[in-house]
Nanobody
Framework: QVQLVESGGGLVQAGGSLRLSCAAS????????MGWFRQAPGKEREFVAV????????RHADSVRGRFTISRDNAKNTVYLQMNSLKPEDTAVYYC?????????????WGQGTQVTVSS
C-alpha cells in the first residue's frame, strides 16, 4: 500500500520561504516519478512541479518557475519542494503525487496534503 505523507506547511509572510517534504512508503521509490500539486480554496487542483525518478530532470509550472524547486533523495524515499519568494496567491493545500507510469500520465497515488498560507 502506497503511503505519501507531506510535512512542512504552515503560515509565512509574503517573501518568505518554506520547504515541503513528502515521505513515501509502500513503493519502490526510485521507480516512480514524483510531483507536487496544489489546490486553493474554490479552485481546481493544479500542477506545481514534477521530477524524474533519477532526479535529473524536472518540470515546474510557469507560475512558480524561478521561485520553487523540486528535488528528491532516493536514499530517504523523500521528495521536497523548496518554495522561496512566496506570494499570497501561493496559499493552497499542497499535495504530493506519485507517478507509477511516468510523468506524462496521471498520478497513481496522492498524499493527504499540507496547508500553506502566505500572508500579505
Amino acid at each position: 500500500q502506497v503511503q505519501l505523507v507531506e510535512s512542512g506547511g504552515g503560515l509565512v509572510q509574503a517573501g518568505g520561504s518554506l520547504r515541503l517534504s513528502c515521505a513515501a512508503s509502500g513503493l519502490t521509490f526510485g521507480a516512480y516519478d514524483m510531483g507536487w500539486f496544489r489546490q486553493a480554496p474554490g479552485k481546481e487542483r493544479e500542477f506545481v512541479a514534477v521530477i524524474r525518478r533519477s532526479g535529473i530532470s524536472t518540470r515546474h509550472a510557469d507560475s512558480v518557475r524561478g521561485r520553487f524547486t523540486i528535488s528528491r533523495d532516493n536514499a530517504k524515499n523523500t521528495v521536497y519542494l523548496q518554495m522561496n519568494s512566496l506570494k499570497p496567491e501561493d496559499t493552497a493545500v499542497y499535495y504530493c503525487a506519485a507517478y507509477r507510469a511516468g510523468w506524462d500520465t496521471s498520478p497513481s497515488d496522492w498524499g493527504q496534503g499540507t496547508q500553506v498560507t502566505v500572508s500579505s
